[in-house]
């Protein structure tokens, strides 16, 4: 026994959510029943928040945005009517002065950018710098992935100018950065009650297992609980990111974009302590760069200190975490006191901690030149969406466009289908007036 739906949405993230909402409208006027599926508990995807002492939000996930950068993105904060403020750490510091030569080789090197179009971002700075000092100058950054032979010199510049604690060394100076202080989760959550409101029915803990196409309509088999379901439907967006897709037997990436696609992992790790030591030295809401597997260590009011990292990084710390949890917090201790001014005494007690290590964390494609369209489409119809294909991949921002792209086409097709009814109407009308 199968359920029907006119559109349905695999994914509740905040493209899945966008998706839901952008096709409201259209499916009241239509009399059709839109379906939201996701495998999680909860609605979010890589969104997630967490309280620390019933008050503080911790962002396991996403945690900012920029005006200027995520317009889009903006305009939903704005129209929530969520409280947010200014995002503090837009500057590293570090205890030494590799900070100052990694802004001098970004701006002794950029005129030549063009004159190295293929190479990595590791052999273009090596080429002038020397293959030691230029992997020591890259470390500086606090991103482990401009070290990879897939990320170009000009893919390295452009992170770089888009982050908030390596802006400064770039033209992106000024740009504003803020942070939902109610966390991100409470969006997506009021996002999920707009749609549901509105008549769009969500099913969570639903993991999709296979889509087969039968006739106009995709069937398909969820796993909920340890039972299969099955599930009609005449229009289907996948909401979901890459490194999803190819569990499924839809033949990604080859039956649908000329691309391949590629991830990064991350990995954050968060730690409260009875008293603000940091404050003392002089580091509240400041980020310091390490040259350790720790790499970038922000100091969050007088609330938490959080150290989070990607690649390389983000691994040594979920291998660490394998080893169990007194190997992961006595690594965390050690590569703490290796960077902070302690005069010699130990780190305070940590009094709790929590982490995150998402293995799929950034996902991108790895022609980032090509001219990759926001949306992908199977030869069956089905609708893509994903920030990893636009040039905001890793960015909620990329996620809005994506869905809007995917609504928009969905939208079109319904419009479509509508004027092929009413000509019908019309046809069967006029040869009944004529019998």
């Given at each position: 026994m199968s359920t029907y739906s006119d559109i349905c949405i695999v994914g509740a993230g905040i493209g899945g959510l966008t998706c839901a909402n952008n096709l409201i409208d259209a499916a009241a006027s239509r009399n059709l029943?839109?379906?939201?599926?996701?495998?999680?508990?909860?609605?979010g995807g890589r969104i997630q928040s967490r309280k620390i002492d019933g008050e503080e939000i911790a962002e396991l996930g996403a945690a900012r945005y920029s005006p200027q950068l995520h317009p889009h993105f903006q305009q939903l904060m704005q129209g929530s009517g969520l409280p947010h403020a200014v995002y503090p750490f837009t500057e590293v510091i570090s205890h030494d002065s590799v900070l100052e030569e990694l802004k001098?080789?970004?701006?002794?090197?950029?005129?030549?950018?063009?004159?190295?179009?293929?190479?990595?971002?590791?052999?273009?700075?090596?080429?002038?710098?020397?293959?030691?000092k230029a992997s020591h100058i890259i470390k500086a950054t606090g991103y482990d992935a401009l070290l990879l032979p897939m990320v170009s010199a000009a893919m390295a510049y452009d992170i770089i100018k888009k982050h908030p604690e390596t802006q400064h060394f770039t033209e992106n100076a000024a740009n504003q950065w803020h942070y939902a202080t109610d966390g991100y989760h409470e969006?997506?959550?009021?996002?999920?009650h707009q749609a549901q409101v509105a008549g769009v029915e969500f099913r969570l803990e639903h993991r999709l297992l296979s889509v087969e196409k039968s006739g106009a309509d995709h069937v398909l088999a969820f796993s909920h609980h340890g039972d299969t379901q099955m599930h009609r439907t005449r229009h289907l967006v996948m909401a979901i990111p890459p490194s999803a897709m190819p569990r499924l037997n839809l033949d990604f990436p080859n039956a649908w974009s000329p691309f391949q696609y590629d991830s990064l992992p991350l990995f954050k790790g968060f730690f409260t302590f009875d008293t603000a030591w940091w404050d003392a030295l002089?580091?509240?809401?400041?980020?310091?760069?390490?040259a350790n597997p720790l790499r970038k260590i922000y100091f969050k009011s007088d609330k938490y200190v959080l150290f989070y990292t990607d690649s390389k990084s983000a691994t040594y710390w979920r291998d660490s975490l394998e080893l169990g949890e007194d190997v992961y917090l006595e690594r965390v201790r050690s590569h703490l006191e290796e960077v902070l001014p302690l005069d010699g005494q130990p780190l305070p007690q940590i009094k709790a901690h929590f982490h995150k290590f998402w293995p799929h964390g950034v996902e991108f494609c790895v022609e980032p030149e090509a001219d990759h369209p926001a949306i992908l489409l199977h030869r069956d119809g089905i609708i893509s969406c994903s920030d990893a294909y636009t040039a905001h991949c890793g960015w909620m921002e990329g996620s809005l466009i994506s869905a809007q792209h995917a609504s928009g086409l969905l939208l079109q097709r319904l419009d479509q289908r509508t004027e092929e009814e009413a000509a019908n109407d019309t046809f069967i009308t006029s040869s009944t007036e004529r019998a």
């Open positions: 029943r839109i379906r939201v599926f996701d495998l999680n508990a909860t609605v001098a080789t970004l701006d002794e090197l950029s005129p030549m950018l063009k004159m190295h179009p293929n190479d990595s971002f590791l052999e273009f700075v090596s080429h002038y710098l020397g293959a030691a969006l997506l959550c009021q996002l999920q002089g580091l509240t809401d400041k980020v310091l760069m390490a």
